[in-house]
């Protein structure tokens, strides 16, 4: 079942002539992980923006085409009801946290939903528990780490337990640790409650082999949509500026010399199992 469906979407800013989104047709399965890629100014931040009615309701300009999340119109659609089905995590979580402590931000949402008291409460300690910041629980979120701040982001959003979850950039002002903690916490959450993931992301190497589909974008239009393999091998991607994850330039540039791999490999671990595999086919 779909919970995304975009046809013929075509999307416009106030003051400009260009489009940042052109004739985008894309469906999202219950369930899915997706990574989104493209240079930037390619559109992503504005699709982004289109699941969770930010785009038309808040961002002004000339929309055509049809936006579906959970069978939702989302330009008939108040925000306040889709944020219940769909949350959106931006690329620094500082533009989402603004309480003194960080359970009051999880709660935040759910206040202004006029939740029962009991069902807050409930819904703030799994959100913490889900994203293991449970002892931050009472820290202000701006004494945090970048990394921590973000997992409060997430947490927030997880506490309204939308159906889809939409990632803006989310390791981008994150050290390689952090990133990798935040792409854990995302993994964990699709893994455990099954919900649909969208992420926008430049460290392919931290979702390479995680994801189910790559959708690349340039210059407003999706130009390819496919399993990860398909569309990192592919060298038809490189006029697109795509960053492609090392593991697989590297099996690219062995298999010139040495039928290594029959599958090129999107991990260092299928990259390390691919060669012992060939030397102890080699030693036999």
Do not use: W
């Not at 979850?165 to 952090?178: G, H, I, K, Q, Y």
């Not at 010139?256 to 036999?284: A, C, M, T, W």
């Amino acid at each position: 079942m779909e919970i995304v469906r975009i046809e013929g979407l075509t999307f416009t800013y106030s003051g400009f002539d260009t489009p940042a989104l052109s004739d985008i047709n894309l469906s999202v399965e219950e369930g899915e992980f997706v990574l989104l890629l493209g240079p930037s100014g390619c559109g992503k931040s504005t699709l982004c923006r289109c699941l969770n009615g930010l785009i038309p309701h808040f961002y002004t300009g000339k929309m055509e085409g049809k936006v579906l999340v959970a069978g939702m119109d989302v330009s008939k659609t108040p925000t306040y009801v889709l944020s219940q089905y769909v949350g959106m995590v931006f690329q620094n979580p500082e533009n989402q946290l603004f309480s003194l402590t960080v359970e009051n931000d999880v709660a935040f949402a759910l206040e202004n939903l006029g939740m029962p008291r009991d069902e807050i409460r409930r819904r703030v300690d799994f959100a913490l528990k889900a994203v293991g910041i449970e002892e931050l629980r009472k820290r202000s979120p701006f004494e945090l780490s970048g990394g921590q701040q973000q997992k409060v982001a997430i947490a927030s959003i997880l506490a309204l337990m939308p159906k889809l979850m939409v990632f803006d950039e989310p390791t981008s002002s994150l050290d390689p640790v952090s990133a990798k903690s935040i792409i854990e916490t995302i993994l964990k959450i699709r893994k455990e409650f099954g919900t649909s993931v969208i992420v926008a992301e430049h460290r392919v190497e931290l979702l390479a082999d995680k994801v189910d589909r790559v959708v690349v974008m340039h210059k407003g239009r999706i130009v390819k949509d496919g399993s990860p393999r398909e569309v990192f091998v592919s060298e038809e991607m490189i006029p697109y500026g795509v960053p492609v994850p090392k593991v697989v330039s590297m099996a690219k540039g062995v298999n010139k010399y040495f039928r290594v791999f029959n599958e090129i490999p999107l991990s260092s671990e299928e990259f390390e199992q691919g060669i012992r595999r060939f030397l102890h086919d080699k030693v036999r």
